[in-house]
């Protein structure tokens, strides 16, 4: 049984939707994404299942977005993160299941930096 706020893995198994990050390093984590999407985001979606960031491929840019990824992956394992191109553009989906699609939704909503989502 699976509480609340727990979410399923790919093998259907429990994963508590938690963040292992201080809340230093929760800080710092957000204030890197924010100072990233002033810079180059270009569309912030809110899908069904997570959200899609979208980014020009100007200098840095790929590899801040594959520290972010990184980063993200192993503080919140309960999410998917995947970076890719498309379209000439960087994209970062982060997909869950049940409560950690909202819980993602909320992470990357709200702040003035990345606007309204699409």
Do not use: K, Y
Request: with cysteine.
């Amino acid at each position: 049984m699976t509480s609340g706020w727990d979410t399923l893995d790919e093998n259907g198994g429990t994963v508590p939707i938690a963040c292992s990050l201080t809340p230093a390093g929760l800080a710092e984590q957000g204030a890197r994404w924010q100072r990233l999407a002033a810079r180059a985001m270009t569309q912030h979606i809110l899908t069904a299942a997570g959200v899609r960031l979208c980014f020009r491929g100007e200098p840095g840019v790929e590899e801040e977005l594959r520290q972010l990824v990184d980063a993200e992956s192993q503080c919140c394992p309960w999410a998917s993160w995947t970076l890719h191109e498309s379209a000439g553009q960087l994209v970062v989906e982060a997909r869950s299941t049940r409560l950690g699609a909202i819980v993602l939704h909320s992470m990357f909503s709200g702040s003035a930096t990345l606007g309204d989502p699409q």
